[in-house]
């Protein structure tokens, strides 16, 4: 078994880091005397050129797993494997230089590396290109630009994307105004858990902006944001309750008219009842 593993590692560059993580996986009832680390793993990979394995051991030098931390091997590793285009980490790089962690900090570098992991459909990509269009940083301020790869993420189902398109649709940034648009964009976001959509749908909802009024649906999202967190959901919602407005007034406010209605009911079933009583017997009159 051990010269089995040592043969795929020689050979991974041939046969593919994911046939020997696959094959590891498959033949984990397998003993070995002397397991071997997932560092060596990796390193073999790494060494005869895999990408994902750059990257990989990239994330353990970053972690200090196995190893001990080394922004320095992290970015090299990663460097390595974006010059073959791997996605994840150009993102994972263009992020350090945004951030300047573990290097210093090249928003133009940055930038780069999200337009190449960008161009291969990485929503997280196209979301931070987005942001840098609409912020102004690095590119010209251009709000066109950060609809466009706002909706390039939002179709893939990214839910802060979908929530900066709706802010966009809302105040007419970049496109046309269009308020339902922005509902809809919201509606997908708040679907996701974003509080920060939430927030602006149920806010729509108690304006009647881009859909009916709704006191009752104002209050269900203002509530889920509240529930996260969102001091300004919460107090809308007391705002709510003072006006009489919220869903637990008008529940309590029935419950009362029913009740009142079923006094009611008893004292005419009272009345009718004593009123026959007297019929046959008038002595009993006061």
């Known amino acids: 078994m051990a010269f089995l593993l040592v043969a795929l590692m020689a050979g991974s560059a041939f046969l593919g880091f994911k046939f020997l993580r696959n094959f590891l996986n498959h033949h984990k009832h397998l003993s070995l005397a002397s397991p071997v680390p997932e560092k060596e793993i990796l390193e073999k990979a790494a060494e005869a050129g895999n990408a994902q394995a750059q990257y990989d051991l990239g994330h353990l030098y970053r972690k ?93 189902g990214n839910a802060s994307a979908q929530y900066h398109l709706g802010v966009l649709y809302a105040n007419g940034q970049g496109v046309r105004q269009n308020l339902a648009q922005a509902v809809i964009c919201y509606q997908k976001a708040a679907d996701q ?49 003072q006006r009489g407005l919220s869903l637990a007034h008008h529940q309590a406010m029935k419950e009362a008219k029913l009740q009142e209605e079923a006094e009611d009911r008893k004292y005419d079933t009272a009345q009718l009842v004593l009123d026959r009583l007297y019929e046959k017997h008038p002595e009993l009159m006061p």
């Open 193 to 241: 858990g974003d509080a920060d959509a939430q927030y602006n749908l149920a806010t729509l909802y108690a304006m009647g902006q881009g859909v009916p009024q709704s006191w009752q649906q104002a209050e269900k999202w203002w509530q889920k944001a509240a529930d996260q967190g969102d001091t300004e959901a919460k107090y809308n919602l007391e705002m709510m309750a």
């Open 64 to 156: 200090g797993k196995d190893v001990p931390q080394n922004w320095e091997k992290t970015v090299e590793l990663w460097e390595k494997s974006s010059r073959q285009e791997y996605a994840p980490a150009l993102l994972a790089l263009a992020l350090l230089y945004e951030t300047g962690q573990g290097v210093a900090q090249d928003l133009s570098h940055a930038r780069a590396l999200y337009q190449k992991a960008a161009a291969q459909g990485d929503d997280k990509a196209q979301l931070a290109l987005a942001v840098f269009y609409e912020k102004g940083e690095v590119f010209a301020q251009d709000y066109a630009k950060a609809a466009e790869f706002y909706a390039k993420a939002a179709a893939q």
